[in-house]
């Protein structure tokens, strides 16, 4: 019992210490611990990013559902459906570009403010893979499927088996095997992908991203974006991040994630996505590949409402709708390419 009460004397001994730091002999006081201050920088939400051009018409659909204080996942989800239906949008769902087998595969992913995830690659024959991605996260144990298993779920939740090559994308494809030289080529358009993410009424954050990837890639070729942490990440406590271009530079770094986390150590968006551009040029300069051949985007938005983004080259646009309405807008770039007109 006596040993029990010094034990105890002497924690409590050790406690008061520790209030204060020995550095020597010297004992600095520690500052007395602050009451944290309520946060008191504005919200600025709701609040919807997205990807290229085509993210205009899409954030007019995710902002119907945000302005009626719904929530960011099901705007999102909205937003995104937009070019997934369009034919002419050539690089996302119905009248996305094959692969050099000619074959039209999707893939795409979503998150929620939860951290519940949903995800689906080398989807064929399925006009919206975001929802099949949705019904992944709400109506399975996983998070991820792909191929023929995709398809085969899709199925059973009642998806409608379409054809999605329209005939200008056959015929681009039909051009493309006479040569069959395959590389990547930043912002010809052959590539693009709709990435979006939200902030809602609530304060919640979400995320979707959906594309049909490269051009003429290698049929089962997967890119960043369904993969959860390289195309799109979200943390509700933090913010939310997405990405277009290269996959294969993206998923090196795990883009998405990355720059929540440098969010989290306290970058502002757009710092955090140009941190995350400058890992992908240093990477692939020590690989000796030129940076100037490719395209990598991010767009990012914090748990304030604040937002950034910033590409390896110039030509990426970005859409934000908030209070202020729906704008394009042309992303910082790291390095300058001039266009051939
Ligand atoms: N990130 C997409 C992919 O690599 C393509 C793109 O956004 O341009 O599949």
Known sequence: ???????KTFLKNAVVAGAGLLVG???IKAEPTKKKKPNSVAVNKPIVLSTWDFGLEANVAAWEILSKKGRALDAVEAGVKVPEADPTERSVGYGGRPDRDGRVTLDACIMDELANIGSVACLEHIKHPISVA????????????VGDGALSFALSQGFVKENLLVPESEKEWKQWLIKSDYKPEANIENHDTIGMIALDEMGNLSGACTTSGMAFKMHGRVGDSPIIGAGLYVDNEVGAATATGQGEEVIRIVGC????ELMRMGYTPYDACKEAVERVVKLMERRNKDPKLIQVGFIALNKQGMHGAYCVQNGFTYAKYDSNGNKIQAADYKIYVPRKK
Not at 257 to 260: A, N, T
């Open 1 to 7: 019992m006596a040993q029990q009460t010094n034990r």
């Open 25 to 27: 002999e010297n004992l």
């Open 134 to 145: 949705r019904a992944v996260m709400e109506k399975t144990p996983h998070v991820m499927l």
């Open 257 to 260: 994630h990355l720059v929540v």
